[in-house]
């Protein structure tokens, strides 16, 4: 398994803030995705990031890809408190989405 | 509305008692998927279909069944759940491989006692 691991697990900042969430993967991928969850409910797609792209930006989302060192950032930028949410990495390869740990972002008013 | 829709939401079951999850989607996606999530572990892959008739094993296959006769449809199967099997169950489906834009169910909260 590819699974991917993302850092940090848990991630509190204010409203305004920006923040960064980092994931690690281990195989080689055709692109990577990353995703939204609110609390136990289905994930929404955010973005998508081929593997011969290295930044891409959508709204106030920035994610970047370093193939070489196998890992992605996803970086919201002036948070609001509707971003509060569970946000996975998702890797395409082998005919497999495999997703990460996920990391929690809790944004304070 | 383009929709993947999954039932039932909730569903308590005893030990050994056959059950199915169904999932139907209608973006006339290819590739459909179905996941389990569960505290600390992220959304793991179940079994996933390429297409109508064809299934593979994704990474915790064991207890659970599969089919996928209709393009549209691709239901879970529990022959013989067992407590270990309690978990939150996402369908999903997406345009062509596993590549695109994966578009999920609502998820189903199996209790299995």
């Known amino acids: 398994s590819q699974q991917g691991e993302e850092d940090p697990q848990a991630l509190s900042i204010q409203e305004g803030e920006n923040a960064t969430m980092n994931c690690s993967y281990k195989t080689s991928i055709n692109n990577l995705q990353w995703y939204r969850q609110n609390s136990g409910r289905g994930l929404v797609h955010l973005i998508l990031?081929?593997?011969?792209?290295r930044e891409k930006h959508s709204g106030r989302l920035r994610v970047t890809l370093d193939t070489s060192k196998k890992s992605s950032s996803l970086l919201i930028t002036a948070s609001r408190a509707a971003d509060t949410a569970s946000y996975f990495c998702a890797m395409s390869g082998n005919e497999k989405l495999t997703f990460g740990t996920g990391t929690r972002l809790t944004i304070i008013p | 509305e383009a929709q993947v829709t999954q039932n039932p939401r909730y569903l308590i079951t005893v030990t050994g008692k056959k059950l199915t999850v169904t999932c139907s989607q209608n973006m006339n996606h290819e590739y459909m998927s179905w996941y389990r999530q569960d505290p600390g572990l992220g959304l793991r892959q179940i079994y996933y279909?390429?297409?109508?008739?064809?299934?593979d094993k994704g990474d915790v296959p064991e207890g659970y069944k599969v089919s996928r006769k209709e393009k549209r449809n691709f239901p879970l199967i529990l022959e013989s759940p067992s407590p270990n099997q309690t978990s939150l169950y996402f369908c999903a489906s997406s345009f062509h491989r596993e590549s695109t834009e994966a578009f999920f169910g609502q998820g189903t909260r199996l209790t299995v006692v």
């Open positions: 279909s390429m297409n109508v008739e064809v299934t």
């Open positions: 990031i081929r593997s011969n792209e």
